[in-house]
Nanobody
């Protein structure tokens, strides 16, 4: 079992930055692939970024590549998402997810645990 709690969401103007964090608890965190997804009103939940259990492999959604960076801190059982050059289209609820898989999946169905989400709003 893995419990996930996101923090760091908020409001920012276009071009600004935010840093999201996800605190994880549970014995299987160290063996879990971790990911960030987001969901805007009226849209499907989409993959944003993922990181392997070792931290050695990362993957990013096309729309955020080069602007967002995912990292994990095994010492504090947390992952982070540094978001730079934010645009209004990045506005969404951002969810942290954990999957007991050995690869960095872009598919939400392959993640087993989810946080409650944190709102990110980017104004133009």
């Amino acid at each position: 079992q893995v419990q996930l709690v996101e923090s760091g969401g908020g409001w920012v103007q276009a071009g600004g930055s935010l840093r999201l964090s996800c605190a994880a608890s549970g014995r299987t965190f160290s063996r879990s692939t971790m990911g960030w997804f987001r969901q805007a009103p009226g849209k499907e939940r989409e993959f944003v970024a993922g990181i392997s259990w070792s931290g050695g492999i990362t993957n990013y959604g096309f729309s955020v590549k080069g602007r967002f960076t995912i990292s994990r801190d095994t010492g504090s059982s947390s992952i982070n998402l540094q978001m730079n050059s934010l645009q209004p289209e990045d506005t969404a609820v951002y969810y942290c997810a954990a999957g007991l898989i050995q690869w960095v999946s872009v598919h939400r169905d392959e993640y087993d645990y989810w946080g409650q989400g944190t709102q990110v709003t980017v104004s133009s």
